[in-house]
């Protein structure tokens, strides 16, 4: 179960979605680069670093979700947010949330359903070589699942609120992420795909940092790309493919 903590923040048409595991020395930089009448719903999926306490003395609404896993802070923080518009951004400072300002603007002005982010790292330590790959091969699999031609699966993106919950999604590991698109795509949604820039992260990596975890990932997305094809109560739009 998770629980929200609440301050009376001001009303916000976007909030930005942070899961958060451990994120306290990354939280001051990510925080200060929300967009000014944005809101940060930072997801604490058991931290003991003190990171929940220091995003809310940041401003941040915390939201407590006690089931570990990256799909399980994501969904939480999407169950929580309010905005019509809703923000997903990893916590750890390798992506900049100011960069999702022209995501939510093609949001509003009905050129896509659903932006996603093509991570462009900015060194070599940036993304390692092995978590590139397990992307890469993903990103041809969801095209031979759907036909869409995206190049990156990462957690940088953003969708309007209620469409988003109504694809239902179950996933509550690393395969949150592709179980989106993967349904977005089934419901015709038009999916566009933009280069941000991707920086070392600060601190440890969860989830893709080893050999393990990237491992872990690639089997958790594979077995999304296996779910047959779905269409979301409420239905969806003509599809496109994203831009290149």
């Given at each position: ?43 604490d ?22 089931r ?43 050129e ?52 988003l ?56 997305m ?23």
């Open positions: 179960m998770n629980a929200v903590t609440t301050f009376s923040p001001p009303p916000s048409d976007v909030d930005v979605v942070l899961p958060c595991l451990n994120e306290a020395e990354a939280l001051p930089w990510v925080l200060a680069r929300i967009p000014a009448g944005w809101r940060a719903l930072v997801v999926n058991g931290s003991t670093d003190g990171s929940a306490e220091l995003a809310r003395a940041l401003g941040a609404t915390v939201v407590h979700e006690e570990r896993g990256f799909g399980a802070a994501c969904h939480a923080g999407l169950l929580a947010a309010t905005a019509e518009v809703v923000c997903f951004c990893d916590c750890d400072a390798s992506l900049d949330p100011a960069q999702l300002v022209p995501f939510v603007r093609e949001i509003r002005a009905g896509a359903d659903l932006v996603l982010g093509r991570r462009r790292p900015q060194s070599r330590g940036a993304w390692p070589a092995h978590a590139r790959a397990g992307n890469l091969a993903l990103a041809r699999l969801l095209r031979r699942r759907t036909g869409l031609r995206l190049h990156d699966l990462g957690p940088l993106r953003a969708g309007r609120r209620v469409p919950l109504g694809l239902g999604l179950t996933d509550r590991r690393s395969g949150y992420p592709l179980q989106m698109v993967v349904r977005a795509a089934d419901a015709g949604w038009r999916i566009a795909e933009h280069d941000v820039p991707y920086l070392p992260r600060t601190g440890a990596s969860k989830v893709t940092g080893t050999w393990r975890g990237t491992w872990q990932a690639v089997r958790d594979s077995g999304v790309l296996k779910e047959p094809a779905r269409v979301p109560v409420g239905g969806g739009r003509s599809r496109s493919s994203p831009r290149p």
